[in-house]
C-alpha cells in the first residue's frame, strides 16, 4: 500500500551464514522493508525497550542465539503488555517437538525449522517472508515504550 | 555302660504305693532285686546294701553309739552286727580313734562329704582296714575297707598318687579342645586305675549319650563314637552324679551285705548312700554290667556348674579291682580338673567351629556379593552345606529352590516354604530364625521325608522376595551308631529275660527320639542367624548399588537429550552454512562450466547425508525417551497406514503388500507400531531385486510370550554372519547408495520401539531368497472397546 510507512523486521540470528540467507530470501520478495539484525535474545529485547522510534512489525527469532537465547527473549516480550502487538516467527534449526511446543506456548506466531539444505533453506525463508509482510494484515506499529 | 535307676531319686519308703513288694518298709537290693521289673522303681539312692567287701557303720551324732551296722561287720570288725547295735564306736574303732573321729566330726566339713579318718591293724583273719566317714541326714557314717595303704604295696617308689595326679593334671591344663582333654583324661585315669577301659561319655540335650573319647587296653573293640539311649542312665542315677563326684564298684556281682536294721531306729528312715563308697550297685546296674562282660567299675561326674555334663566310665573285665580310698581321691581331684578345664575347652572348641563357620560363611557372602547372586551360595566350593553340620540345605530364590545333599522334594520343599513363610519365628526383630530338632511335631507332613525330617533350621532373606535358606539335620535314629543296636551286635539275654538287655534299651530308645536330630548348637543358630544378616546387608547395598546405578541412568539420559539437541542444532547450524557456501560456489561453477562443480556437488551430497545421520540420531534418542501412548490399537489399520506411507517408494519397478490374515487389536502405542511397520516394510521393498517385490504382512496365534507379527519378504536376503550386525546404530550391509541408500538406523529404531513394548524383535532370512522379520507384543490381543 503507498504511502504507508516502510515495513520494520529484527531478525534475531547469531549466524551470519543463516543471516545472509535471510536477507537474500527478503532481497527476493522485492519488499520495501528495513530489516535489522541482532544477533542475540538480550541484543533483541535492548533494541525493543530502549527506544527511540517504533517497534517492528516482525521479530524473526533464532531459537538457539548465546547468552539470552531465543526462549528466554520470546518469554520476556510475551510477558510485557506493551509488546504484545509484536508478531514474533521462530526459526530453528530443531524439530524437537518439545521445542515446537514450548514455543507456540509461549506466544510464538509460528514456527520453522531451517532445512541444512540450502536451497530449501533459501525457499522456506522467502516464503516466511512472503506470508508475514504480504499476505498478513499486521497492526500499526507503536512507539518503542522506554 | 552304667545303668542306674531309682523312684524319682526321693530316698524313702512315704508314698511308694502298695503296689512295691517292699511297700511299707525299707528297700533291700540283696531282698527285693529280683522283683525289680522297672527301671524308674528301684530306689538307687537307697539300696539298703553296701558291697560285701568292706563294712559299715552308722552312729548317732550325739553319743557316736552305732545305730545301724552291716551284717558282715563279724567278719571284718570282728563283733556281729547286733552285738555291736546300741555301743560306742570306741568298740571298734578304740578310743584314741574314737578321740580322733570326735576332732574331725568337730572341725572338718564332713557333710555328704567323705574324709579319710585312720587306718585299722590287721587282726586274726581281717585285713587292714582304711576307715573314711562322713555325715548325712543327721547321722555319722563309717566306712571300712580292706584295700590300699593296708595292702603290702608293690614298689613304694612307683606308686606315688600325688605325683601322678600333679602330673595329670599339667596335662590336662594344656588341652585345648574337649577332643584332646578327653583324651588326655581317659588315658591319664587308665594309667592310675589300671582298668580296662576308660571313656568319656557326654549327655546330649536330648539326653542320649555319646561315647566322645576313650582309653582300652588295645585287644578290646572300640567303643568310640557309639551313641547310647538316654534310658541306659535314667534321671535318678544322674542325679547321683549331681550330688557325688565318684562312684566304684569293686566287682560286679559280688555279695552285697544288707544293713541292721533296714531302717534307722529312731527316725524309720533308710540311709541315704549317695556319698558312701561301699553304696551297693542297684539290681539293674550290676545285672547291665554284667550283660555287657564288665567286672568292676568307677564312674565319675563331668560338671558343668550344676548342670551334669558327662560322665567318665571305667570298665575292667577280669575280675574284682581295687580302688584305695587314695586312688579315688585321685580320681575325683581329676574329675574335678576335667570339669573345670572343660568348660574352657568347650568354650575354645566352639570358637574355633564359630571362626570355621563364619570363615565359610563369610566365604559364600563374598561368593555371592562377587557372582551377584544367591545362587552362588549352592554352586560352591565352598557350599552352604559345608558351613553347617546338616545333611542337607535348600535355598529358595527368586521363587526357585536349590538343593544340596539329603532334602525333601521340590513340591513337600514349596509346601513347607509356604508354611514357613506365615511362621512369626522368621520375623523376630531379636532372633529372625526358626529353629527345632523335631520338625514333624510342628509341622506333620515331615514326619514322611525318611532320612532328612528330623530337624530343621531356617532363615528368610528377604521378606518380600520369600527368599530363605533351609538346613536339613537327619534323624538321629538314622545319623548315628548306636551302642546296643541289635544290627550291630548279638542280642544277651540277661538271667531275668529281655528287661535289661541293650535291645530292650536300644528299641525304648528309638520310641523316644523318632523324628528328631541331633540338637543344634547355639553357634549354629548364632552364625546362621550372622549369616543372614551379613547377606542382608548384601542385599541391601546391591539396592543401593541399583539406585545409583538409576541414577546415573538418568544422569546419561539428561546427556542424551543434551546430546540430541547438539546434534540437531549446534551441528546442524555450521552444516547448513557449507551447504550454503557449496552450494553459492556450484552455482558459480556452473555458470562458468568450472571442472570444481563436480566435486561442489559431491561437498553438497556429503553434506546433505550428514544432515538425514543427524536427523536419525536425533529421531533414535528420542524413541527411547519419549512416554509411551498405550491404548488398544487395530493393527489392521496401522497396517494400511504404514503401507500408504512407504507407497511413494514403490515407484521404481512393481510390488504387491499382502495381508491375507485379519491382524488383532492389541495394547501398544500407535504412532510407533506404525512407525515399526514402515521401516520394516520399507526395509522389505528397498532390499530387493527381483522383477516383482513380494512382501508379506502377518501374525501367529497369540501364545504365552504375546502376539507375534512379522514382515515377509522375497529380497536379496542376510548372509547368516550378518545377521547379528543389522540391528546395530548406522549398520549398513550394503553400498551408501545401493538399494536407496539410507543411514541405517531404521531396524535399530525397530528394535528400540519393540523393547519399549517389552516385545523382542529377530529375523530368519535365506541369503538370496528372502528375509522374514519378527516381532513380539507381550499380553493378549486387547478388546477394542468401541469395535463396532
Given at each position: 500500500m503507498l504511502g504507508d510507512p516502510v515495513a520494520h523486521v529484527v531478525l534475531v540470528e547469531d549466524s551470519d551464514e543463516d543471516a545472509d540467507t535471510a536477507e537474500e530470501a527478503l532481497r527476493r520478495t522485492l519488499l520495501p522493508v528495513r530489516m535489522q539484525r541482532v544477533s542475540s535474545g538480550g541484543a533483541c529485547l535492548a533494541l525493543l525497550t530502549g527506544g527511540p522510534g517504533l517497534l517492528p512489525s516482525l521479530i524473526v527469532m533464532d531459537l538457539g542465539t548465546p547468552g539470552l537465547d531465543g526462549r528466554d527473549a520470546l518469554r520476556e516480550i510475551r510477558r510485557d503488555q506493551r509488546l504484545s502487538g509484536v508478531a514474533v516467527v521462530v526459526t530453528s534449526t530443531s524439530a524437537n517437538p518439545r521445542d515446537v511446543d514450548f514455543c507456540y506456548l509461549a506466544g510464538a506466531n509460528a514456527y520453522h525449522v531451517k532445512p541444512v539444505h540450502h536451497q530449501q533453506h533459501l525457499d522456506a525463508m522467502t516464503a516466511l517472508f512472503e506470508y508475514w509482510l504480504r499476505r498478513v494484515e499486521l497492526p500499526m506499529p507503536q512507539p518503542c515504550p522506554r | 555302660m552304667s545303668h542306674y535307676t531309682a523312684v524319682d531319686g526321693h530316698p524313702g519308703v512315704e508314698g511308694e504305693g502298695a503296689q512295691l513288694p517292699w511297700a511299707g518298709q525299707a528297700y533291700s537290693v540283696k531282698r527285693f532285686?529280683?522283683?525289680?521289673?522297672?527301671?524308674?522303681?528301684?530306689p538307687v539312692q537307697t539300696p539298703g546294701c553296701i558291697q560285701g567287701h568292706g563294712a559299715l557303720l552308722v552312729l548317732n551324732r550325739s553319743d557316736l553309739r552305732v545305730a545301724q551296722a552291716s551284717e558282715n561287720t563279724d567278719a571284718?570288725?570282728?563283733?556281729a552286727a547286733a552285738a555291736l547295735l546300741g555301743q560306742p564306736v570306741s568298740l571298734v574303732l578304740g578310743a584314741q580313734d574314737e578321740a580322733s573321729l570326735r576332732r574331725l566330726l568337730g572341725r572338718e566339713d564332713c557333710e555328704r562329704n567323705s574324709r579319710y579318718l585312720c587306718t585299722l591293724a590287721a587282726r586274726d583273719s581281717a585285713p587292714a582296714l582304711d576307715v573314711s566317714v562322713h555325715m548325712v541326714d543327721g547321722v555319722v557314717v563309717v566306712e571300712f575297707e580292706a584295700t590300699g595303704r593296708s595292702q603290702p604295696r608293690p614298689d613304694p617308689a612307683s606308686w606315688d598318687p600325688i605325683g601322678r595326679v600333679q602330673h595329670s593334671v599339667a596335662r590336662l591344663q594344656k588341652a585345648d579342645t574337649l577332643q584332646v582333654l578327653g583324651d588326655i583324661a581317659t588315658a591319664e585315669i587308665r594309667s592310675l586305675t589300671g582298668l580296662d577301659r576308660v571313656m568319656v561319655y557326654r549327655f546330649h540335650a536330648d539326653g542320649h549319650g555319646e561315647i566322645v573319647a576313650e582309653s582300652r587296653r588295645d585287644d578290646l573293640a572300640p567303643w568310640l563314637g557309639l551313641h547310647y539311649p538316654?534310658?541306659?542312665?535314667p534321671e535318678s542315677a544322674r542325679e547321683i552324679f549331681r550330688q557325688s563326684w565318684i562312684r566304684p564298684l569293686r566287682e560286679v556281682g559280688a555279695p552285697l551285705a544288707e544293713l541292721v536294721p533296714l531302717a534307722h531306729p529312731d527316725t524309720g528312715r533308710p540311709l541315704t548312700?549317695?556319698?558312701?563308697?561301699?553304696r551297693g550297685p542297684s539290681v539293674m546296674h550290676t545285672e547291665y554290667l554284667q550283660n555287657m562282660g564288665v567286672t568292676a567299675g568307677l564312674t565319675m561326674a563331668i560338671r558343668r556348674g550344676d548342670q551334669l555334663w558327662g560322665l567318665i566310665t571305667g570298665h575292667h573285665y577280669g575280675g574284682a579291682h581295687d580302688l584305695s580310698f587314695e586312688m579315688r581321691a585321685a580320681c575325683e581331684l581329676l574329675a574335678v580338673v576335667v570339669s573345670l578345664q572343660h568348660r574352657a575347652a568347650q568354650e575354645r572348641e566352639e570358637l574355633v567351629y564359630r571362626l570355621q563357620l563364619d570363615g565359610v560363611l563369610q566365604q559364600l557372602v563374598t561368593q555371592a556379593a562377587h557372582e551377584g547372586g544367591l545362587s552362588a551360595l549352592l554352586d560352591g566350593p565352598p557350599t552352604l552345606l559345608d558351613a553347617m553340620s546338616a545333611g542337607g540345605t535348600a535355598l529358595l530364590h527368586r521363587d526357585s529352590w536349590t538343593r544340596a545333599g539329603a532334602v525333601p522334594p521340590e513340591a513337600e520343599l514349596q509346601a513347607l516354604g509356604a508354611w514357613l513363610a506365615n511362621r512369626p519365628e522368621l520375623i523376630d526383630v531379636e532372633r529372625p530364625i526358626f529353629v527345632t530338632d523335631a520338625l514333624a511335631r510342628e509341622y506333620p507332613p515331615a514326619a514322611a521325608w525318611a532320612g532328612c525330617g528330623g530337624g530343621l533350621m531356617a532363615i528368610a532373606l528377604s521378606r518380600t522376595l520369600g527368599d530363605m535358606v533351609l538346613w536339613f539335620r537327619p534323624e538321629t535314629s538314622q545319623s548315628v551308631r548306636w551302642g546296643g543296636n541289635p544290627d550291630d551286635k548279638p542280642q544277651v539275654l540277661g538271667p531275668h529275660g529281655m528287661r535289661l538287655t541293650p535291645r530292650r534299651s536300644f528299641e525304648l530308645f528309638i520310641d523316644s527320639v523318632r523324628g528328631r536330630s541331633l540338637p543344634w548348637k547355639s553357634v549354629e543358630v548364632d552364625a546362621a542367624l550372622r549369616f543372614r544378616a551379613i547377606l542382608m546387608e548384601l542385599v541391601v547395598s546391591r539396592a543401593a548399588q541399583l539406585a545409583s546405578l538409576n541414577a546415573d541412568l538418568a544422569r546419561s539420559n539428561d546427556d542424551l537429550d543434551a546430546f540430541a539437541y547438539v546434534a540437531s542444532h549446534d551441528l546442524k547450524e555450521p552444516l547448513r552454512g557449507i551447504h550454503k557456501y557449496a552450494h553459492q560456489m556450484a552455482t558459480d561453477a556452473a555458470e562458468r562450466n568450472d571442472p570444481d562443480r563436480e566435486r561442489l556437488a559431491g561437498l553438497l551430497r556429503l553434506a546433505m547425508r550428514m544432515d538425514s545421520l543427524l536427523d536419525s540420531l536425533l529421531h533414535f534418542s528420542r524413541v527411547g525417551r519419549v512416554a509411551l501412548l498405550l491404548e488398544p490399537v487395530d493393527v489392521n489399520e496401522v497396517v494400511a497406514e504404514a503401507i500408504e506411507m512407504v507407497d511413494?517408494?514403490?515407484?521404481?519397478k512393481p510390488a504387491e503388500i499382502v495381508v491375507p490374515v485379519r491382524l488383532p487389536v492389541v495394547q501398544v502405542d500407535r504412532v510407533r507400531l506404525r512407525e515399526v511397520f514402515v521401516n520394516l516394510l520399507s526395509n522389505a521393498l528397498k532390499y530387493n531385486d527381483r522383477p516383482i517385490t513380494q512382501v508379506e504382512v502377518g501374525c501367529s496365534a497369540a501364545g504365552p510370550q504375546g502376539v507375534t507379527f512379522f514382515v515377509r519378504d522375497n529380497g536379496i536376503g542376510i548372509q547368516p554372519r550378518h545377521v547379528d550386525q543389522?540391528?546395530?546404530?548406522?549398520?549398513?550391509?550394503?553400498?551408501?547408495?545401493?538399494?536407496?541408500?539410507?543411514?541405517?538406523a531404521g531396524l535399530t529404531i525397530v528394535r528400540k520401539l519393540v523393547e519399549r513394548h517389552g516385545g523382542d524383535v529377530w529375523l530368519e532370512s535365506t541369503f538370496g531368497q528372502g528375509s522374514t522379520f519378527f516381532f513380539t507384543i507381550p499380553g493378549l490381543p486387547a478388546a477394542k472397546p468401541d469395535a463396532g
Open positions: - | 532285686g529280683v522283683t525289680i521289673t522297672n527301671c524308674e522303681s528301684e571284718l570288725l570282728g563283733h538316654a534310658q541306659d542312665i548312700m549317695t556319698h558312701c563308697a561301699l511413494g517408494r514403490r515407484r521404481d543389522v540391528f546395530k546404530m548406522f549398520k549398513r550391509l550394503h553400498g551408501r547408495d545401493e538399494f536407496g541408500g539410507g543411514t541405517g
